[in-house]
């Protein structure tokens, strides 16, 4: 059974740093892209970053890029988010997702997420 | 940037057909996604490609696509479809993912 359980969340100050983690199992981690999305309080889903299966590529939302960095460590089965200079505005739920190939592709599974508050 | 327009709400009563739509600049030419979720949970995949079901969505649910909209049907309506469902495309012009808005779906 595939499983994805993102951990990391929590409040923040403006202007501070968060790191995300996704712990996987039940498939072959190495062999999947894997995706970060977020929704704001009563939003629709953002697409934030996506990473191939062997961390080959990388793709930002133009929201994020130069603060969010995505990282695997496919030894691990883990998938990262590093996201610094937090603004008020990326307070949301992180989820991660699994796309169903090992490179961008829809996602058929998706972790219960991660609240991010940043708030001074 | 590529955009994706949903309407924000559809109600439907128990037992009709629910259609929702997503409008995209020539979204024939791309491979659209669905996803469903419900109050405080997280998303589920129910259309890939188009028009393809996962294993374990029922046959009620299907999609379509053609010009500028794809479409997301549900017939036979039930409570348990209540939920966001929200569209999704690769925008290869940009090497982004792109979600439409979401249609929150009332049953009556």
């Known amino acids: 059974e595939v499983q994805l359980l993102e951990s990391g969340g929590g409040l923040v100050q403006p202007g501070g740093s968060l790191r995300l983690s996704c712990a996987a199992s039940?498939?072959?981690?190495?062999?999947?892209?894997m995706s970060w999305v977020r929704q704001a309080p009563g939003k629709g889903l953002e697409w934030v970053s996506e990473?191939?299966?062997?961390?080959?590529?990388?793709y930002y939302a133009d929201s994020v890029k130069g603060r969010f960095t995505i990282s695997r460590d496919n030894s691990k089965n883990t998938l990262y988010l590093q996201m610094n200079s937090l603004r008020a505005e990326d307070t949301a739920v992180y989820y991660c997702a699994k796309d169903s190939y090992g490179y961008p592709d829809h996602f058929d599974y998706w972790g219960p997420g991660t609240l991010v508050t940043v708030s001074s | 940037s590529y955009v994706l327009t949903q309407p924000p709400s559809v109600s439907v009563a128990p037992g009709k057909t629910a259609r929702i739509t997503c409008g995209g600049n020539?979204?024939?030419?791309?491979?659209v996604h669905w996803y469903q979720q419900r109050p405080g949970q997280a998303p589920v995949l129910v259309i890939y490609?188009?028009?393809d079901r996962p294993s374990g969505i029922p046959e009620r649910f299907s999609g379509s696509h053609s010009g500028n909209t794809a479409t997301l049907t549900i017939s036979t309506v039930e409570a348990g479809d209540e939920a966001d469902y929200s569209c999704?495309?690769?925008?290869?012009?940009?090497?982004?993912?792109?979600f439409g808005g979401g249609t929150k779906l009332t049953v009556l």
């Open positions: 020539n979204i024939g030419s791309k491979s």
């Open positions: 490609y188009d028009s």
């Open positions: 039940g498939f072959t981690f190495s062999g999947y892209a």
């Open positions: 999704q495309v690769w925008d290869s012009s940009s090497d982004h993912w792109v």
């Open positions: 990473i191939t299966y062997s961390a080959g590529r990388t």
